[in-house]
């Protein structure tokens, strides 16, 4: 118990660092209008990329999994500027159709990719996911390029931060995360089963097929909806999962919910870093997670090429 | 004998008075050398010269960090114009190539405009046309207005990208008649947080690429002194503004009108 208390107080301890620090000190106006909103963006951003990242490496059983790594957030990323060039409004919901469909194709060529090469192996698949995102984030830079007009504010969605969210595309972007949430939460005796293996999921009583493309679906969601509120911002969906699974053990019925408030307190403080640090100049979020999740990375191939040695 | 001779000179001359082939890579520099007058000298330009119409039809050199160094080359230029800012490596390359390269420093202020008006047009032979031109852009912005400036929030990208003062976009503001609530950063261009813009209370507003219905739409904007008194700007050129070239003057006299009215 003592431990989700830990998690709790990092939560809220992010939360306070997000609306009690800026330049107008504890303005009451600006906390209620300008910081909440913002922080309660981060916090579903968080949350979602979160919950993306722990379904991805508890059904894949792969722990290099992030929606990043996978080419999923290229995916939404590459539909999202799509949309924003052929003029499709931020809050219609064929701009979060397309997102989502961007996301799941990305994801599920990536996931073919790496079965080509036979037995799913993890290398095989941080591999396809990287083939898969660098090919996505090339057509995204080509549409840029032709799009000179409007390529920097593209450029910035493309950045990901969360300057100035909509409140329209919050309030439908929190609901999807919490749907997604909601739907792997009730499914997390399917996802502990996957942990078993294919096979040992099978004797269980469960199709790992068809819980793998339920969770794809859900992940994918969540993942669509953070992008269309905060652009590309990476290494949540990787970093979150590795954390709070010291605090909850494996067992996803605690680490799904662990994930998702780990990852809202994790990119609420990055977000408020990079808008207090180096005041008035902001840094995008997606930078700062850039920094500290890279090595992150670094550090759990180093510890997995240990772990083999 | 005679003949031959005649014809020889004749040839001198001619080769003497062919004209110049020039490159630009920048837009600021195109834009520059067609007010010159020397537009016909500009054989090749950078993907991004759109102004004016007759500079788009010219053959293009790609961007202006990365130029086609192949293209310049193939377009046997006298001279090529590059921002001694924009990567060392392109100067180098072309002048390896044994082309020679006008390198122009860095304009921060508008003066330093005008001193790249001038280096231009000794490069091309035309100190004259360079001196008028100066004293012609001059002219149009000579002093700031009398007067208390007003505070200005200059928006030149979305998501609060503005510039500080390393920038001649500040010292434009400052000419007709403003104050960049960003002037004191030493920073050319960069994001500044909402938060920032919010507390500095700028009286007016320039927008160059978002619409005003988007900047109202975020939080607090009705809190601006800007807003409240209708000094939300989006009527003047981007590119104009934007660029260090001839166009800037006339904005910079539109942005005094709007500021403190026609005088």
Request: with cysteine.
């Amino acid at each position: 118990m003592g431990k989700i208390s830990l998690l709790l107080g990092a939560l809220a301890a992010a939360c306070l660092f997000s609306l009690a620090a800026g330049p107008a000190g504890l303005a009451p106006d600006i906390i209620w209008n300008l910081r909440l909103p913002r922080t309660l963006a981060a916090l579903a951003v968080g949350a979602g990329l979160g919950l993306a990242g722990a379904m991805f490496q508890g059904v894949l059983k792969n722990p290099l999994a992030d929606p990043y790594i996978l080419g999923t957030s290229a995916g939404a990323t590459a539909a999202a500027v799509l949309c924003f060039l052929a003029g499709v409004e931020r809050t219609s919901p064929v701009f979060f159709l397309a997102v989502f469909a961007g996301a799941f194709g990305a994801t599920f060529l990536s996931y073919w990719l790496a079965r080509l090469a036979g037995r799913l192996s993890d290398a095989a698949l941080v591999l396809a996911g990287v083939a898969v995102s660098a090919f996505l984030s090339a057509l995204v830079m080509l549409a840029l390029t032709a799009a000179r007009e409007r390529s920097f504010s593209l450029f910035y969605f493309v950045l990901g931060g969360l300057y100035s969210a909509e409140p329209g595309v919050l309030a439908v972007s929190a609901l999807i995360i919490a749907a997604c949430g909601a739907l792997a939460m009730a499914r997390w005796r399917a996802l502990d089963a996957m942990a078993l293996g294919a096979e040992g999921a099978y004797h269980l009583g469960v199709s790992p097929e068809r819980e793998r493309a339920l969770f794809f679906v859900f992940a994918c969601a969540a993942t669509s909806a953070a992008v269309a509120l905060g652009g590309t911002i990476g290494f949540v969906g990787l970093m979150t999962p590795h954390i709070v699974r010291l605090l909850t053990g494996p067992s996803a019925r605690s680490l799904l919910p662990a994930a998702a408030l780990g990852g809202a307190a994790l990119l609420t403080a990055a977000d408020a870093a990079g808008r207090t640090l180096f005041s008035p100049a902001e840094i995008p979020a997606g930078v700062v997670m850039a920094l500290a999740g890279a090595p992150f990375f670094m550090w759990l191939l180093w510890r997995g090429a240990r772990g083999r040695a | 004998m005679a003949k031959l001779l005649a014809a020889v000179l004749l040839l001198c001359c001619a080769v003497q008075a062919r004209a110049l082939r020039a490159v630009s890579l920048l837009p600021s520099y195109t834009e520059i050398i067609f007010e010159l007058g020397a537009g016909s000298d500009l054989v090749g330009v950078s993907n991004f010269c759109n102004w004016p119409p007759e500079a788009g039809r010219l053959e293009k050199t790609g961007d202006y960090l990365r130029p086609n160094i192949e293209k310049v080359y193939a377009l046997e230029p006298d001279v090529v114009f590059t921002g001694a800012w924009a990567g060392a490596s392109t100067g180098k390359q072309l002048s390896a190539l044994g082309i020679k390269v006008v390198a122009l420093p860095e304009e921060r202020s508008v003066a330093d405009i005008l001193n790249t008006v001038r280096l231009i047009a000794a490069a091309l032979g035309r100190k004259k046309e360079g001196e008028a031109l100066a004293r012609k852009l001059s002219a149009l912005a000579p002093r700031p207005p009398a007067g208390e400036p007003v505070k200005l929030y200059i928006e030149v990208d979305a998501g609060g990208w503005t510039t500080g003062g390393l920038s001649f976009i500040s010292d434009a503001a400052r000419l007709a008649g403003g104050r960049n609530v960003f002037g004191g950063e030493r920073r050319g261009f960069f994001q500044a947080t909402w938060e920032e813009t919010l507390l500095l209370d700028p009286e007016a507003a320039l927008l160059f690429s978002v619409t005003e219905r988007e900047f109202l739409s975020r939080p607090m904007a009705g809190t601006l002194a800007a807003v409240k008194a209708g000094r939300v700007i989006t009527s003047l050129d981007r590119d104009a503004f934007t660029r260090p070239g001839p166009r800037l003057f006339g904005e910079i006299a539109r942005l005094r009108s709007l500021l403190h009215g026609k005088n």
